[in-house]
């Protein structure tokens, strides 16, 4: 069977092309979004070393000085800051998976759509 290729058919063909390259990189990010959610995968957080040091400066007579915090609360504050960064990293990981997940729907629809058209012109 000849194909009879036109500008119509190249530019499906083209779309198909494209719109299915965007539904597999969609997939295979959707699915490590999935799986960082579910797993909780690790993140780097600074080290409680790092964190005190937010709460120090130096003074007019260049020594170093730290505000009026003892250990214990600048533990709780680190021990938060954890915490946000994990509910940070969770929302960012759901906003991607949003994010993912479209680009998978919309690039299968619309190759699926266009994969017709190609095929009724045969």
């Known amino acids: 069977m000849a194909r009879n290729f036109n500008l119509r058919s190249v530019y499906l063909y083209l ?13 295979i990010f959707t699915i490590q979004r999935v799986v960082d959610l579910a797993l909780d995968t690790g993140h780097y957080y600074m080290t409680l070393e790092d964190y005190s040091e ?3 400066y ?7 000085q730290a505000d009026e915090l003892t250990e214990e609360e600048v533990e709780a504050r ?10 940070r ?3 960012n990981h759901a906003r991607q998976l949003a994010s993912h ?3 998978m ?12 058209k190609i095929k009724n012109d045969e």
């Open 15 to 27: 779309v198909c092309l494209i719109t299915l390259i965007i539904f597999i990189f969609g997939t």
């Open 54 to 56: 937010r709460f120090s």
């Open 58 to 64: 130096r003074g007019l007579e260049g020594k170093d």
């Open 78 to 87: 680190y021990e938060k800051f954890v915490e946000q960064e994990k509910e």
């Open 89 to 91: 990293a969770r929302a």
């Open 101 to 103: 997940a479209s680009a």
């Open 105 to 116: 729907v919309v690039g299968g629809i619309f190759w699926v759509y266009h994969w017709k």
